[in-house]
Nanobody, 122 residues
Framework: QVQLVESGGDLVQTGGSLRLSCVVS????????MDWYRQAPGKQREWVAM???????NYADSVKDRFTIARANTKNTVYLQMNSLKPEDAGVYYC????????????????WGQGTQVTVSS
């Protein structure tokens, strides 16, 4: 099985910064892509940022130039550095990993973490 654990969520003032972490553990061959999503109360979950195994990144327009997704030296950990936070950035942040489980099964299987709460006070 594959497990994802997010951490780093907190209460921060508008304009502040947070760094979220996502650690992937378990038995698998490789991680193809990792994404961050977020969900505000009463709203649908929205995609925030992506990092592929090849190092390609992409961001939602709403967070571009403020958020950075990066891989730690331990490749099973991904960070989301969030700067210049706004009240509309608040929500539960979820990590998603597209994982190839074995060399006999090339499917990319998505796994989710349990989420970490980010609160931004105005």
């Amino acid at each position: 099985q594959v497990q994802l654990v997010e951490s780093g969520g907190d209460l921060v003032q508008t304009g502040g910064s947070l760094r979220l972490s996502c650690v992937v553990s378990g038995t698998f061959l490789r991680i193809n892509v990792m994404d961050w999503y977020r969900q505000a109360p009463g709203k649908q979950r929205e995609w925030v940022a992506m990092l592929t195994s090849g190092g390609i990144t992409n961001y939602a327009d709403s967070v571009k130039d403020r958020f950075t997704i990066a891989r730690a030296n331990t490749k099973n950990t991904v960070y989301l550095q969030m700067n210049s936070l706004k009240p509309e950035d608040a929500g539960v942040y979820y990590c998603n990993a597209g994982v190839v489980l074995s060399d006999t099964d090339s499917r990319v299987v998505p796994y989710w973490g349990q989420g970490t709460q980010v609160t931004v006070s105005s």
